[in-house]
Structure formats: structure tokens, C-alpha cells
């Protein structure tokens, strides 16, 4: 199975930068295989992606995400990251990592996905 840490959230002024980690444990091979992505849920709202990364490294953006976030991986350590630059107010959120395991891990006994416990941002105006 996988788990999944979150950490670097916190709280930060309109224009400010964080990076938040995801930290992966499990078996190394399915991990390294997943993609995976950031996912956010602002208070009264639903869980919205942010970005996606694949196994080789393709990312995918929300359209508001563009141009001031980037999504890296780090196969060694079994961590993806979001930066995240010039952060606004209405990035203010929880932040989730998700992983969805290939078909290979789940024919194993692995989920469809897994989800971390989430990290507050809060951006201040």
C-alpha cells in the first residue's frame, strides 16, 4: 500500500511563495510508476485539481495554476513537490497530494488512489 505525507503549507503573504512536499512510502517500483497530482479545497467548496504529474515527468496545469506553480518529482526520494509563486488570496485552501497506482499495483491489491491528509495555505491580502 501507500501512504502519503504532505508538508510546507502555511501561512504567506499576497505575492509570496511555498513549496509543499509530498513524501511517499510504499513499494518504491509502484510509487516511482504513479502519476500524480495536487488537488486544493477551498473552504465551501469542492476539491479541484491543480496539476498532475506523470511517472516520466509530464505535467498537466489548472488553467489559474499556469505560470505561477510548478509540480516536480523526485524518484529517488518518492516525493513529489508543488511550488507554488506570486500566491493570492484565492489560493487560500487545503492541499492534497493524490497518487494513482498502475494497473500492474493495483492487480496487486493496491487502491484506484490514495490521498495524503492535506496542508493548510492560507494567503493573506
Known amino acids: 500500500q501507500v501512504q502519503l505525507a504532505e508538508s510546507g503549507g502555511g501561512l504567506v503573504q499576497a505575492g509570496g511563495s511555498l513549496r509543499l512536499s509530498c513524501a511517499a512510502s510504499?513499494?518504491?517500483?509502484?510509487?516511482?510508476?504513479?502519476?500524480m497530482g495536487w488537488y486544493r479545497q477551498a473552504p465551501g467548496k469542492e476539491r479541484e485539481l491543480v496539476a498532475t504529474?506523470?511517472?516520466?515527468?509530464?505535467?498537466t496545469y489548472e488553467d489559474s495554476a499556469k505560470g505561477r506553480f510548478t509540480i516536480s518529482r523526485d524518484n529517488d526520494k518518492d516525493t513529489v513537490y508543488l511550488q507554488m509563486n506570486s500566491l493570492k488570496p484565492e489560493d487560500t485552501a487545503v492541499y492534497y497530494c493524490?497518487?494513482?497506482?498502475?494497473?500492474?499495483?493495483?492487480?496487486?491489491?493496491?487502491?484506484?488512489?490514495?490521498w495524503g491528509q492535506g496542508t493548510q495555505v492560507t494567503v493573506s491580502s
Open positions: 493524490n497518487a494513482r497506482p498502475p494497473k500492474s499495483c493495483i492487480l496487486r491489491g493496491y487502491e484506484y488512489d490514495y
Open positions: 510504499g513499494d518504491t517500483i509502484c510509487i516511482s510508476a504513479m502519476p
Open positions: 504529474i506523470t511517472s516520466g515527468g509530464s505535467t
